[in-house]
């Protein structure tokens, strides 16, 4: 008598196939779903150092055409400011050098905006707001009058100047809340001089 032949799948071993593919397809997906929201954190956290680093290039550019003696306030480490006044060259008339009206570049804890205006406080004033996202304290670092981060400053906004005779030190941080709810920041810093050097500056104000 011949042997007979099984055809086909039992029920369990159908069950079992659409349980062990049901998982795989389940870690697929959760795979996908983490590499998907990595790549948007990673996209997040560049774009953030890009626009912090423009800001700087921005505020570095605006101070190194001051004169080192236009700068208010003269803040020196330990302590740090988060506006600076300066004044530019604007060039010779009747061999005299003429100067700018007072510009500024501070920062407004309410909006975390830093901004740029000329004529201050002043009823022509012109200001610019450069960025909105500017962290209340520069990252690691607390109100608490001592310095936490460690770069021998303390309890420096998210945006802070010091002098070093004619060289400015500037640092910035930016965040962000991203639609999942984490902070993603981004901290630059950077040291520029002053160059114009030409004598005979004068205060405008």
């Known amino acids: ?11 369990l071993e159908v069950i079992l196939a659409m349980t062990l593919t049901a998982i795989v397809m389940i870690k697929v997906t959760g795979a996908r779903r983490s590499a998907t929201e990595t790549t948007e954190a990673d996209l997040d956290r560049t774009t ?5 680093r423009q800001v700087l290039r921005q505020i570095g550019f605006a101070i190194m055409g001051s004169h080192p003696d236009s700068l208010v306030p003269d803040v020196r480490r330990p302590h740090a400011s988060s506006d600076m006044k300066f004044q530019v060259s604007l060039g010779l ?3 005299e050098v003429v100067w700018s009206e007072p510009e500024k570049i ?3 804890e ?3 905006q830093v901004y740029w205006t000329d004529n201050p406080e002043a009823l022509e004033e012109r200001r610019v707001v450069w960025t909105s996202l500017v962290a209340p304290f520069l990252e690691g670092e607390i109100p608490n009058g001592i310095d936490d981060n460690g770069n021998g400053l303390i309890d420096e906004k ?8 004619g060289a400015v030190d500037m640092s910035l941080t930016l965040e962000r ?12 810093g950077t040291v520029v001089t002053c160059r114009n050097l030409v004598d005979g500056w004068r205060s405008a104000r």
């Not at 809340?177 to 630059?188: A, L, P």
């Open 106 to 108: 501070a920062l407004e």
């Open 48 to 52: 953030l150092d890009m626009q912090a």
């Open 93 to 95: 008339e009747s061999g």
């Open 1 to 11: 008598m011949k042997g007979s032949h099984r055809s086909g799948f039992t029920l």
């Open 110 to 112: 309410v909006r975390r």
């Open 158 to 165: 998210g945006l802070s100047f010091t002098i070093d005779g």
């Open 177 to 188: 809340v991203r639609d999942d709810g984490t902070v993603i920041t981004s901290t630059v």
